[in-house]
């Protein structure tokens, strides 16, 4: 970043605005949802209400310090990126243009509100530090490991196959924040969705390209990244920001997922190719996007409003799952182990000898001589409740 690109952060912004949705609450009078901001990240940020999108997804000049021409084995030039938006004098210029943008981007942020952040070993580790100083609370750092790496072409280092992402809150405080963990688990064979994610680098019909086949942008990420990222991180409607958006990549997935975006881009080139490719885009079906409801979001339910309903009646006998124990159902929703009272919860994990237990899928009651987790009544619980709001 030149001393002239600090200079222009302090400067009012002039706003070039290309917008194709409704307006968004707080935002400079030009501004709306489903737009392309054209100029400096910083000044656009600064003029954006505060606490207005719900999801940030950045991925700023890494500082690659690039000194020499990177050549192949066979001496043909290595296409990196070599572009005056990634060059800084020093770490201290790039942690100052770091911190500016981060402050910037935290201002606009719901207070339930994520950010994730890309970056490589260049620039990483000092964006996470200066995350940490600004009051961001970190939830993950997300490794993508790419299928189709470029090689290390001298021989004297690793192949450098991966990135990182840091997924982080706006403060420790932000408690309800959006992750969609069924969904994704669902989608992971119900497993946990882990924290290395395997996809290939950007190639193919994906990659935008200029009239002379040159790549449009020398570092897209592939669709299917920002996917999971929205998937995971937000739902059909939020505000998506990406306040470096290079050739659209975040907008073009927000639209197919049906969430509104707000992109910033100084360079014009790399603005217009990302609008062209959104307008491309045609959104998914709602109802492939519809977000199954998370077991937090739930009304609770006691194992007493079970008994009350007549779900499960007092006297009735509970076992685990291989009969090992058994415990006696109370009229007030408490069970009984011999001279033992409590809850479901307190007395699982008592006959196991443990400091804590799920009750709901520890404790089973008979079914038509089988056994069937006591959850299952809580489920039905539910279900009169839901069919009894209709």
Known sequence: MSSARVEATRLKPQLKVTRTGSRVSGLPRAVSRNSVLRGDSVQILRAMAPESVDLVFADPPYNLQLANKLTRPDQSLVAGVDDDWDKFTDFAEYDAFTRDWLEAARRVMKPQATIFVIGSYHNIFRVGAIMQDLGFWILNDIVWRKTNPMPNFRGRRFTNAHETMIWAARGPQAKSYTFNYEALKAANEDCQMRSDWLFPICT??????????????????????????????????????????????????????????????????????????????????????????????????????????????????????????????????????????????????????????????FWHYEDAGRLVPIDDLRERAREQLREAAE
């Open 204 to 361: 193919g019909g994906e990659r935008l390209k200029d009239a002379q086949g040159r790549k449009t942008h020398p570092t897209q990420k592939p669709e299917a990244l920002l996917a999971r990222v929205m998937l995971a991180a937000s739902n059909a409607g939020d505000l998506v920001l990406d306040p470096f958006f290079g050739s659209g990549t975040t907008g073009a997935v927000a639209k197919r997922l049906r969430r509104d975006y707000l992109g910033i881009e100084r360079d014009h080139a790399y603005a217009d190719a990302a609008q062209a490719r959104i307008d491309a885009v045609e959104p998914l079906d709602p109802a492939t996007l519809t977000t199954a409801p998370t077991k937090r979001s739930e009304p609770r339910i006691a194992f007493a409003s079970l008994v009350e309903a007549g779900l499960i009646a007092p006297g009735a006998k509970l076992a685990d799952a291989k009969r090992r124990h058994s415990a006696l159902v109370r009229a007030d929703g408490a069970l009984a182990i011999g001279g033992i009272v409590g809850s479901i919860h307190k007395t699982g994990a008592l006959v196991q000898g443990l400091p804590a237990c799920n009750g709901w899928t």
